[in-house]
């Protein structure tokens, strides 16, 4: 190792966008279900490194997004993985209830099926009701 060179970090490894983000892709730890995309600010990396529950940036609010924070459909972080050219975060977490903001376990729901885009998970037959985050 050059002693010149600081260690390699996540936070020093990431190739942050011009608008300082960097896309996080969500995926159930145990069972590989993908589950959502979402920004992270490095602040937001941070933060779901130093508490273990994942904190994403909202866009629209210009702000940090606590996953759960009011419908309690918490992401905990399991493993931070970063892909080859640090454009892309993988974060493997254990998802309580619901990661789409419509309710849906996924917001991976919809399918391109005979030439037409199919929903192929209705949260009021899964769950019974929907349950909205804003945030994303």
Known sequence: MDELQPPRTLLNSISWNPAGLVACVA??????EVLM???MDRAAVEETLATGR???????????????ETSGQVQRRME????????TLLARVEQTGAACHTGRRSC???????????TIADPA????????????
């Open 108 to 118: 991976f729901y919809r399918a391109a099926r005979d030439g037409a885009l199919a």
């Open 80 to 87: 931070s993985r970063l892909d080859c050219d640090g454009g």
């Open 37 to 39: 995309l979402a920004w």
């Open 27 to 32: 995926r159930q730890h145990d069972t590989g």
């Open 125 to 136: 037959v899964l769950y019974g009701a929907v349950r909205h985050e804003a945030g994303a």
């Open 54 to 68: 994942v904190c994403h940036y909202s866009r629209s609010r210009r702000g940090p997004w606590r996953k759960g």
